[in-house]
């Protein structure tokens, strides 16, 4: 089973790398479901719905992201650039500045330019 994880991970990932973003969640997706607690694989299937532009889906695995891992600066800027693309700049600027802080990167506080 743990091989059926592997390969669909790594299947999910070349689709991303590819730009297939809906490929990628459509094999990404089965890996977090069987393994809820894994971070970075939710991390890369939310980063898919951002790119192919499903928000509300990125914004619950992001959410998802930093209940487990309330430090992952990553989980934080993408959760503000989703925030941004649906107009919800208030709520977006709380997790930039948690970004920069944890980062120390005051470039993380300017709003992303899609």
């Keep these: 089973?743990?091989?059926?994880?592997?390969?669909?991970?790594?299947?999910?990932?070349?689709?991303?790398?590819?730009r297939d973003y809906?490929?990628?969640?459509r094999a990404l997706l089965p890996?977090?479901?069987?393994?809820?607690?894994?971070?970075?694989?939710?991390l890369l299937l939310a980063r898919a719905y951002y790119h192919a532009a499903l928000l509300k889906p990125a914004?619950?695995?992001?959410l998802e992201v930093l209940e487990r891992e309330p430090t992952?600066?990553?989980?934080?800027?993408?959760?503000?650039?989703t925030l941004e693309r649906q107009s919800r700049r208030d709520e977006a600027g709380k997790h930039r500045r948690i970004a920069a802080a944890?980062?120390?990167?005051d470039e993380l506080l300017k709003p992303h330019r899609s």
């Design 59 to 62: 914004e619950e695995h992001l």
């Design 22 to 25: 809906r490929g990628a969640i």
């Design 72 to 81: 992952e600066y990553y989980a934080h800027l993408m959760l503000a650039r």
């Design 1 to 18: 089973m743990e091989d059926m994880r592997a390969l669909s991970y790594g299947i999910g990932q070349q689709y991303f790398e590819e």
């Design 102 to 105: 944890l980062t120390g990167d």
């Design 31 to 42: 890996v977090v479901e069987e393994t809820p607690d894994d971070v970075g694989t939710r």
